[in-house]
């Protein structure tokens, strides 16, 4: 039987949540694109402070006009209880806490230490009625801090899957990550987290992206977060170009030999359409 691999698709939140003003309409046709495309789980948008991040402001209007395929798990970013009750009263299947590896960019994205981070993470955890993912930003380097040590990744990944976290993933928030670098890392998660619960999130300033996304499959990931179109970027990592292409990401897994459901033809559709939304 063929393997499965997953594409855990994040274009409509983190591919657009650095670009200004698209049109609430044009980023819940993306999602319905993502969608027919055959993804089975979307990031939709993010339920946070439209004053740190006012692309994502329209949350609520996203995931009222999104069209819901059956099997399919439509998810948001939600750092507090308040994000958490607005995500849920509009109906996501899923939810994620996004904290970091570095106290520098957990300061500047959240606006909180690693350890007070935990503690507005934990009654999210807690309180949320549908599976939690937990996001590690900076896991092999800080626009702030450099390089960081993969025993501090591995650290904020054992305190998240203890909180209850279902699955978690792995950010290269800068794009900066190599193989040999992002091996380490794995290496030391692993000691923390099964495979099974980890995902890869690879931005791909560098141009390594899809070589670390091999080296996680040979470390045993099969979740791999990825932005259609290779849209993206954080407003608080300056100098980090686009999430891999989800499209890239389809072309090594099929390769590989892995079953993934995703309908490459209507993928690229997707992928002509969310590049025309960039400003
Ligand atoms: C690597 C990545 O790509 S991660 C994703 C990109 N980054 C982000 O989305 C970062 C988003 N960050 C944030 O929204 C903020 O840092 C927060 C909400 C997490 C914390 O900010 P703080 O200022 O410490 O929180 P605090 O509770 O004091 O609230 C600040 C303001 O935001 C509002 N707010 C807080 N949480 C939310 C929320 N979930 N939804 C909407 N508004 C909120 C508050 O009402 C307050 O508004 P006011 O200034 O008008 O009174
Ligand atoms: C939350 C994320 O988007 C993860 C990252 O890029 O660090």
Known sequence: MTERAE??????RDGLQNEA????ADKIALVDMLSDAGLRRIEVTSFVSPKWVPQMADAAEVMAGIRRVPGAVYSALTPNLRGLEAAEAAGVGAVAVFGAAS???????INCSIEESFERFQPVVAAAGVPVRGYISCVTDC??????????????????????????SLGDTLGRGVPERVDAMLEAVLEEVPAARLAGHFHDTGGRALENIRVSLARGLRVFD?????????PYAP???GNVASEAVLELLEAE??????DGARLSEAGAFAKGLRR
């Not at 106290?103 to 994205?109: C, G, L, R, V």
């Not at 030999?257 to 995703?262: D, L, N, P, Y």
């Open 7 to 12: 594409i855990f698709e994040v274009g409509p």
């Open 21 to 24: 003003a698209v049109a609430t």
């Open 103 to 109: 106290e520098s960019f957990s300061q500047k994205n």
């Open 143 to 168: 626009p702030y801090e450099g390089e960081i040590a993969p025993e501090a990744v591995a650290r904020v990944a054992a305190r998240l899957l203890a909180m209850g976290c279902a699955e978690i």
């Open 226 to 234: 990825a932005a259609v179109g290779g849209l993206g970027g954080c």
């Open 239 to 241: 100098g980090a170009a």
């Open 257 to 262: 030999g892995f079953e993934t459901g995703v």
